[in-house]
């Protein structure tokens, strides 16, 4: 992942990303590999995240929330926004990461 791209990821992303190689046991890997597949399965993590947060935000919500990104609103405001509109928020990135966790694991 770049630098640009790592300075745009959600708070938390980085500790996300080395957890995720470690308890799918990627730590063996090259380090080129481990940045590939981490692209992809954070693309995958993002996306599930998105669409959750979609849908539990008020269509008033999502109009302002699509302003915001337009805007090119730093990404703690955004995190901060989020958290306030939905109820549980850091328990629901938990839960989504968790869950994807559990799925690879299974593939592998």
Do not use: C, H
């Amino acid at each position: 992942m770049s630098d640009q791209n790592q300075a745009s990821a959600p708070v938390g992303a980085q500790a996300i990303q080395a957890s995720l190689i470690e308890e799918l046991g990627l730590t063996g890997l090259p380090q080129e590999k481990q940045d590939e597949l981490m692209i992809k399965m954070t693309e995958v993590i993002l996306k599930r995240i998105f669409v959750e947060t979609m849908d539990k935000l008020t269509e008033a919500d999502q109009e302002a929330y699509g302003k915001m990104v337009e805007t090119e609103t730093n990404p703690e405001e955004l995190e901060k926004f989020l958290a306030e509109k939905i109820p549980g928020y850091d328990e629901m990135i938990k839960k989504i990461v968790d869950d994807f966790k559990e799925e690879m694991k299974k593939e592998i």
